[in-house]
């Protein structure tokens, strides 16, 4: 008989990455007001329709309405020295609002809208694409599948054991997980998390999932996203150029000294460092890859602080574009001499068991009625439904 107990995917809400809190924060203080529409898309044609899971979907948001933060993960939020208590006492008040969501189908078209204030609807992100991803592998769940992961795994960290034995660079070698997003499960995250944690400790040191970061004792990684300074695209505050200097500036001024890495492709590299002057250089810590070539961002990015007459080895560059741990290894041997260096890696860790993974997002696409768009620095990574507003982005851009 089938089990059809119904089974949450969701349980807690530290279960999200840690930007969607530093970022909701900053929201909360600066724009509190904004009204916002995030869309759920999924890239490639998966295997199997994900119409066929909107019921499940519509069950695991109702129970995700259900969940509150509790007084021990409250207490774990506060101890982060950048979250302030305002924020908190916030947090302890907050639970999702069911109206805020809809999911419905379109022949074999998933549908996920959320739509209402920004900072009650933000977070509903990375709780859906953990939702459906479960939800979606749940019939590849099998002691089979999983033994495949378990030696796919295995073989991630007998390279990184490997890797240890080549000659020490200036700086190390430092992997994050960012693998909540496409996760094959929460338990198979959870298991991996704690298998390269116990492997290699001295390389594995963060995790994006604020919930495993403190059930492991790992340090919370992340700043800021694309949605983030989408969002200024819409605020009305400056004009349209100048919306990359204003998200900027409203971070420095939130976080004054921490969580100083700046993500640089949602109109391009070429646009950002034309924003990024000697201020925003200097209040940085430094930059976040996730389109484009990454050797060729790197050397770029240097020249920029070389141009700026910053020695480029003090700053960080934090890689985190659909790597896989060769990929990584290539860029961290490239670089490592003369820019501290991190990488966020996901999928590939927490969704390599055989199966396909999807490629889905939930993207925000207006903000206070207006339009947004991401243009980024690789093809279908754009994301915007004005025609009209996007072709004057890139005219203003030069993009």
């Keep these: 008989m089938a089990d059809t107990a119904f089974k949450p995917v969701i349980q807690s809400l530290l279960d999200t990455d840690l930007y969607k809190f530093t970022m909701w924060q900053t929201m909360l203080h600066r724009h509190p007001a904004a009204q916002a529409e995030y869309r759920f898309i999924c890239r490639q044609p998966p295997a199997h329709p994900l119409?066929?899971?909107?019921?499940?979907?519509?069950?695991?948001?109702?129970?995700?309405?259900?969940?509150?933060?509790?007084?021990?993960?409250?207490?774990?939020?506060?101890?982060?020295?950048?979250?302030?208590?305002?924020?908190?006492?916030?947090?302890?008040?907050?639970?999702?609002?069911?109206?805020?969501?809809?999911?419905?189908?379109?022949?074999?078209?998933?549908?996920?809208?959320?739509?209402?204030?920004?900072?009650?609807?933000?977070?509903?992100?990375?709780?859906?694409?953990?939702?459906?991803?479960?939800?979606?592998?749940?019939?590849?769940?099998?002691?089979?599948?999983?033994?495949?992961?378990?030696?796919?795994?295995?073989?991630?960290?007998?390279?990184?054991?490997?890797?240890?034995?080549?000659?020490?660079?200036?700086?190390?070698?430092?992997?994050?997980?960012?693998?909540?997003?496409?996760?094959?499960?929460?338990?198979?995250?959870?298991?991996?998390?704690?298998?390269?944690?116990?492997?290699?400790?001295?390389?594995?040191?963060?995790?994006?999932?604020?919930?495993?970061?403190?059930?492991?004792?790992?340090?919370?990684?992340?700043?800021?996203?694309?949605?983030?300074?989408?969002?200024?695209?819409?605020?009305?505050?400056?004009?349209?150029?100048?919306?990359q200097r204003s998200a900027l500036e409203d971070w420095v001024q939130e976080y004054r000294g921490d969580l100083g890495i700046a993500l640089t492709d949602v109109v391009g590299m070429d646009a950002f460092l034309a924003d990024f002057d000697l201020y925003f250089a200097k209040l940085f810590d430094g930059l976040r890859h996730d389109s484009g070539d990454p050797i060729a961002w790197g050397e770029k990015a240097i020249a920029h602080y070389q141009a700026l007459r910053i020695d480029p080895a003090t700053k960080r560059f934090v890689f985190s574009d659909g790597l896989d741990l060769p990929r990584a290894l290539d860029i961290y041997r490239h670089f490592a001499d003369r820019v501290q260096l991190a990488f966020g890696i996901g999928t590939n860790l927490t969704n390599d068991l055989g199966p396909q993974p999807l490629n889905i997002v939930m993207k925000l696409f207006e903000c206070n009625g207006m339009p947004t768009a991401k243009l980024a620095d690789s093809p279908g990574k754009e994301h915007c439904t004005d025609a009209t507003f996007l072709a004057y982005l890139r005219q203003v851009f030069g993009h």
């Design 51 to 243: 119409a066929d899971l909107a019921a499940a979907v519509r069950a695991q948001i109702d129970h995700l309405c259900t969940l509150r933060f509790t007084q021990a993960e409250l207490d774990y939020l506060a101890s982060l020295r950048y979250i302030k208590s305002d924020f908190v006492d916030f947090l302890s008040l907050f639970h999702f609002q069911r109206r805020f969501i809809e999911i419905g189908t379109d022949g074999d078209t998933l549908k996920i809208v959320a739509r209402g204030p920004q900072v009650h609807v933000m977070g509903f992100e990375i709780f859906v694409l953990a939702i459906v991803n479960e939800l979606y592998f749940r019939r590849y769940d099998t002691p089979e599948t999983l033994a495949e992961g378990r030696r796919r795994l295995q073989g991630k960290i007998d390279l990184l054991r490997g890797f240890s034995a080549e000659p020490a660079r200036r700086f190390p070698l430092q992997i994050s997980d960012f693998g909540l997003r496409r996760r094959f499960s929460r338990a198979w995250q959870a298991e991996v998390v704690d298998r390269l944690r116990q492997a290699v400790p001295h390389i594995v040191t963060g995790t994006s999932n604020v919930a495993l970061a403190r059930s492991h004792g790992l340090v919370p990684v992340g700043t800021m996203a694309h949605e983030y300074l989408q969002s200024y695209q819409a605020f009305g505050k400056v004009r349209l150029r100048d919306f």
